[in-house]
């Protein structure tokens, strides 16, 4: 790079490297298997709490929080400590599985904040440094226990990246796994939403396991995430969890809650599974228990232990950084109650979210649970092709308004919810978190004849299709105005939120103000329709041009 004050290897001219050489340098040497850099060109030199600074010294309210790992933010004061004070003392850094105080420190605490069911009876394996690792052992534990092989998982699903268990998330197609309908209300694979479709989907799994010809062995046991994150931020329903807790523990399935992301009070709940009451047989553990360093492990019932010495081990299964971080991190979440601070917080920025999806049509839903929140971009002008339309069908006299089987919409994902269905019209029907399916959906209704007989007068349609564009273009503009977020879901169309639970009403102010901006100046520039989505806000909203603007407030 070239310039006055710059070197030739990019560093100015106080020695300080510039953000321009190092993303270049960053983009010859590493692939293009890159996802964050790719999408967020920024160089993070500093950081505290919320906030990142850049290289080129600008600053930015963080709502990434390292892919959910800082559930405290970027360099907590008591993390920051815990990490001193062992390297102060002298006392090794990495110790396989060997005792020290701190290691036994860490599993007091963990012990302290697990549900009461498994606490009493729990033994903690720790693995390698990733929870695609503690993913592997929880597997490795149930086949272990039951002798068998196969495992039961859900579409939607994320669960790793190791080839171990490569077949288990929602996008491999393996043999190995058996995926199940995961429960949701704006593209319910039943296309009815609510109670009814979790019901479906509960009965779904049923039905597998009890039909002898379904093509599905006795599994080893059956995985699932209480959120699904990378999945889409689908909460699954409390009373559909209870009910799969009931399935597997009738036909001795071992339950894997897998909490990498859920858990240390992201939901609302110190681990997700709490809001259910369910207990689990197993649940994985990693991203916040390490403080912000690499920590995996597995909490599983003392019955399924039936590992031999040497059965599973790893390198790096000893931290003792990312032990006293992580002993820090949960006792300051327990001890301050952030948990329910980020249930109280996650509501009030859903419902604000919720108000701006009234007036934004590309805002096709918004859901979550605590401070874990999606928005799922769609492209409101999309059509739909009469021959992707299904109708209805006759409804006999009973069933008025359950439809049965399932619709497509142009993306290949199931419809959702049966426009003049009861289970998605009536207020609350959708699941935790969830908004259900908006309002254009409910558009074509079915009539009574006079013969009682429900005649569908309109075809039945399903949501929008997903607009990843458009979900890519508001990450895009927010960064422009100095606000991190992460895209997921099925097809990368929704817009994710996984803030530090120590965030402040002036910083959840703050993040709702860039959002909401980006969100509008994606929308006005998709639809040509200026200031057709003005919510009245005090001073002007940001242009999609021009540098990105210091914003003061929650920084």
Sequence with gaps: MSGEGVSAVGTSATGRPTQEGILRRQSAREPAARTYARALPIVPVRARGLTIE??????????????????????????????????????????????????????????????????????????????????????????????????????????????????????????????????????????????????????????????PRSGVRPPAGMILEPVQGEGGVLPAPDAWMRRIRQITAERSIPLIADEAQTGVGRTGAFWAVEHSGITPDVMVLSKAIGGSLPLAAIVYRDSLGVWEAGAQVST???????????????????????????????????????????????????????????????????????????????????????????????????????????????????????????????????????????????DVRGPHPAAPGLAAAVQRECLRRGLIVELGGRHVGVVRLLPPLTISDEQAAAVLDRLADAVEAVARAHTGRTGQVDHGRSGPSQQPTGPPPRHGSGT
């Design 54 to 211: 850049g290289a080129d010294g600008r600053r930015y309210l963080d709502c990434l929080s390292g892919a959910g790992t800082l559930a405290l933010g970027h360099n907590h004061p008591v993390v920051l400590e815990a990490i001193r004070t062992v390297l102060d003392s002298g006392a090794p850094l990495n110790v396989p599985d060997l005792a020290t105080p701190v290691r036994d420190a860490f599993i007091t605490e963990l012990f302290r904040t697990l549900p009461s069911g498994l606490a009493a009876h729990a033994r903690v394996q720790f693995c390698g440094p990733a929870g695609t690792d503690a993913v592997e052992a929880a597997l490795g534990l149930v086949r272990a226990a039951t002798g068998r092989t196969g495992v039961l998982a859900f579409t939607g699903a994320h669960h790793g990246m190791t080839s171990g268990f490569f077949d288990a998330p929602g996008g491999a197609f393996g043999i190995r796994a058996t995926r199940l309908p995961f429960p949701q209300d704006y593209r319910c694979p039943f296309g009815v939403g609510g109670d009814r479709g979790a019901d479906l989907a509960a009965r779904w799994t049923e039905s597998v396991l009890n039909d």
């Design 316 to 458: 790096f299964r000893g931290n003792q950084l990312a032990m006293a971080a992580g002993a820090a991190t949960l006792a300051y979440v327990r001890s301050h109650r952030l948990a329910d601070r980020a249930a109280t917080l996650g509501a009030h920025m859903l419902s604000q979210l919720r108000k701006l999806a009234r007036d934004v049509p590309c805002i096709g839903d918004v859901r979550g649970r605590g401070l874990m929140i999606g928005i799922e971009m769609v492209d409101p002008e999309a059509l739909y092709d009469s021959g992707e339309h299904q109708r209805a069908g006759r409804q006999g006299r009973a069933g008025a308004h359950d439809l049965e089987g399932s619709r497509t919409n142009p993306t290949g994902e199931a419809a959702a919810a049966a426009p003049g269905s009861s289970e998605v019209l009536r207020a609350g029907s959708a699941g935790p978190g969830q908004v259900g399916v908006s309002a254009d959906v409910a558009s074509s209704r079915l009539h009574s004849s006079a013969q009682g007989e429900d005649i569908p007068t309109a």
